[in-house]
């Protein structure tokens, strides 16, 4: 194998090994991102008790 040949394969490896990790932590930081929305502004008061929500314990 010649060296630029191994050049391009260490390049390559590395470029797929920074994608996986791009692509993981993008899929993460997706998953935990808090969806929020305003309530409607109305004249009903607004609940004093919130709704549970499971603990995202991975």
Do not use: C, D, Y
Request: aromatic share 6%.
């Amino acid at each position: 194998m010649s060296l630029t040949m191994a050049i391009f394969l260490l390049v390559g490896a590395w470029l797929s090994v920074a994608a996986a990790m791009l692509w993981g932590v993008l899929r993460i930081a997706r998953r935990h991102h808090p969806h929020h929305t305003l309530p409607k502004q109305t004249g009903e008061p607004i609940p004093t008790r919130r709704s549970r929500r499971h603990a995202n314990a991975h």
